[in-house]
């Protein structure tokens, strides 16, 4: 197939993008640079250097067979402080890209969401029919996004599926998580043993969880790509499939930080800081939609597996 991939040159873009070239796609990337990297955009693929909006019409025309829309703004605390960020750069560039997609006749989406549309949950595992109640303007703008998509799907048979992430971690090779501002667990903890960085401070140790700290389902960037490779073969016209993306269990931040310290062979030195406002203690994800109708099964799902990766990218990448 002929692919847009749009924020091919951010982490999840990038390791999707380097996927599709890898199974044969053809593959387009168009970045704005704001957060991604021009040498992350994979060896085969073409990259366009283009604001969406802009830049997606005049693409389109050329004819492709479907779009992998990654472009976004993704960091909860920012969306709170500058909403309007995330509803211009979100929302509105999306609903551009689809009304582009209308003309020019690509009859496949597959869109980006994320665990933030649900909030505070009500019942873990989460389920995809689960209340969407999102706590900050992110979590707003990606769930204003599914609606939009399900509209588009319903009156003009757009094929469409939206992948709602939980913690995504790990690594594709030289494809991996390099953020100006790092506020990912994973990463930071990596960054304290690569020596960048003093310590890490755990958000709250007294959750109503099992050690005291928040849990999460943590899922390896390349089993999403897997999911995004199925998303495209399934999606049907006329239908708009949303799904979630985990694997199904809940690791804490202590266990987080244990399997760094394995993994890297470094102390990593921890201490307790207060919680962070908006943190829920638990988001543990049911993919069992995505398994039985798409097919998908992640085979990534040990700690040690993301963190190996995702710990040989950094140090790949360190000053020698
Ligand atoms: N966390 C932490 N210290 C940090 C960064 C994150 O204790 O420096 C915790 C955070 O409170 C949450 C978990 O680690 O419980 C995962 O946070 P992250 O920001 O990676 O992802 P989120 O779940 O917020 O999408």
């Given at each position: 197939m002929k692919l847009l991939v749009t924020g091919g040159a951010g982490y999840v873009g990038s390791v999707n993008a380097a996927h599709l070239v890898e199974a044969g796609h053809e593959v387009v990337v168009l970045d704005d640079l704001s957060t991604g990297h021009a040498d992350a955009v994979p060896e085969g693929a073409r990259f366009v250097e283009g604001e969406l909006s802009e830049a997606a019409g005049p693409l389109l025309a050329e004819g492709f067979d479907g779009v992998l829309h990654f472009a976004a703004r993704s960091l909860v605390g920012e969306s709170v402080e500058k909403p309007e960020l995330y509803w211009d750069n979100n929302v509105v560039r999306t609903f551009r890209l689809l009304e582009a997609m209308r003309e020019h006749g690509t009859p496949r989406l597959v869109f980006s969401s994320t665990a933030a549309v649900y909030g505070e949950p009500e019942q873990v595992p989460i389920p995809e029919d689960a209340p969407t109640r999102p706590t900050n303007p992110y979590g707003a703008s990606k769930l204003a996004i599914d609606t939009m998509i399900t509209s588009y799907a319903t009156a003009y048979g757009l094929a469409a599926v939206s992948l709602r992430y939980f913690n995504v971690a790990g690594a594709h090779g030289r494809f991996g998580e390099r953020h100006a501002v790092e506020t990912h667990l994973i990463p930071i903890v990596l960054q304290v043993a690569a020596g960048t960085r003093e310590s890490v401070a755990i958000y709250g140790d007294d959750w109503d969880t099992p050690d005291g700290t928040c849990l999460r389902d943590y899922i390896h960037v390349d089993d999403l790509a897997d999911a995004h490779l199925l998303a495209l073969q399934k999606a049907e016209p006329g239908r708009h499939g949303i799904y979630n993306l985990g694997s199904g269990r809940g690791f804490s931040v202590l266990e987080v930080v244990e399997a760094c310290r394995t993994v890297t062979g470094h102390p990593i030195?921890?201490?307790?800081?207060?919680?962070?406002?908006?943190?829920?203690?638990?988001?543990?994800?049911?993919?069992?939609?995505?398994?039985?109708?798409?097919?998908?099964?992640?085979?990534?799902?040990?700690?040690?597996?993301?963190?190996?990766?995702?710990?040989?990218f950094a140090q790949d990448r360190l000053p020698v």
């Open positions: 030195p921890a201490r307790v800081a207060p919680r962070r406002a908006g943190d829920p203690a638990v988001l543990i994800a049911s993919s069992g939609r995505a398994t039985t109708e798409l097919g998908w099964n992640p085979t990534r799902t040990a700690l040690e597996t993301m963190v190996g990766d995702a710990w040989r």
